[in-house]
């Protein structure tokens, strides 16, 4: 079992920037990817940046590519998601994910088996 809990969520001005963090425990050396993933009110889970925890390949959807990073500590188990210029429509719930299977398709949610309970992130005009 893998436990995943984010913090660094908040509120933010249009231009600014918030730096998310995602801490695992338990059996963290399973841990093939993580991922961030984000939920907009009445809007579909968007998958937007992803690690591969041992190559540190990283991974980016294009609505955030070039404004956020997603990079790891091993040593704290911890993956981070740095966002700068963030946007209105940056808005959402943020939540990681862990997978430790193969991942054909960074994007899809169904390869990560462990989530975290998400944090909110604001970004208003």
């Known amino acids: 079992q893998v436990q995943l809990v984010e913090s660094g969520g908040g509120s933010v001005q249009a231009g600014g920037s918030l730096r998310l963090s995602c801490a695992a425990s338990?059996?963290?050396?399973?841990?093939?990817?993580m991922g961030w993933f984000r939920q907009a009110p009445g809007k579909e889970r968007e998958a937007i940046a992803a690690v591969h925890t041992r190559t540190g390949t990283t991974y980016y959807a294009g609505s955030v590519k070039g404004r956020f990073t997603i990079s790891r500590d091993n040593a704290k188990n911890t993956v981070y998601l740095q966002m700068n210029s963030l946007k209105p429509e940056d808005t959402a719930m943020y939540s990681c994910?862990?997978?430790?299977?193969?991942?054909?398709?960074?994007?899809?949610?169904?390869?990560?088996?462990?989530w975290g309970q998400g944090t909110q992130v604001t970004v208003s005009s």
């Open positions: 994910a862990a997978s430790v299977q193969p991942i054909i398709s960074w994007s899809s949610a169904s390869y990560f088996g462990y």
């Open positions: 338990g059996l963290v050396n399973n841990i093939k990817y």
